[in-house]
């Protein structure tokens, strides 16, 4: 068993030391990997070349993004995908607590700042003051 514990405790330091002023798994290299295995799943079922050749094309380019040593330019590069996934994402997280929240709370945006505000369902027309901009409208729950 101590044998075994040092091969792994080795093994862990050779990997280490092998990552040192690399990249390494940031968010869209595992985008890109999912994608991949997306693409790999869905070749099962299609057996198309093209499909498989996708796939190969993400798991490849999620690889090259891990062990680049060109941390800048894949910082940068990872930067602008999470801009670019921030809207969608927080579209899909709103979306999922209207749902969560769908037996007790109404949602609903203020026309003027564009604020999520929640309020209790069942309590007729109430006034909804927002929270951000002071400004109240009439809705009912």
Request: with cysteine; aromatic share 12%; glycine share 4%.
């Amino acid at each position: 068993m101590d044998k075994m514990r040092q091969f792994s405790f080795k093994m862990q330091n050779s990997i280490a030391r092998f990552m040192y002023g690399r990249c390494g798994f940031d968010s869209l290299a595992r985008a890109c990997y999912g994608l991949a295995i997306l693409f790999l799943v869905i070749n099962i079922f299609v057996h198309n070349s093209i499909v498989s050749l996708i796939s190969m094309a993400f798991l490849g380019y999620s690889l090259f993004r891990i062990l680049s040593r060109n941390i800048t330019k894949r910082y940068a590069e990872n930067q602008k995908f999470l801009a670019a996934m921030r809207k969608p994402k927080s579209a899909l997280n709103y979306m999922g607590m209207k749902w969560r929240d769908r037996k007790t709370s109404r949602y609903y945006t203020c026309s003027k700042c564009h604020q999520h505000i929640r309020v209790p369902k069942g309590k007729g027309k109430i006034e909804i003051t927002c929270p951000k901009c002071k400004d109240t409208f009439i809705k009912r729950t």
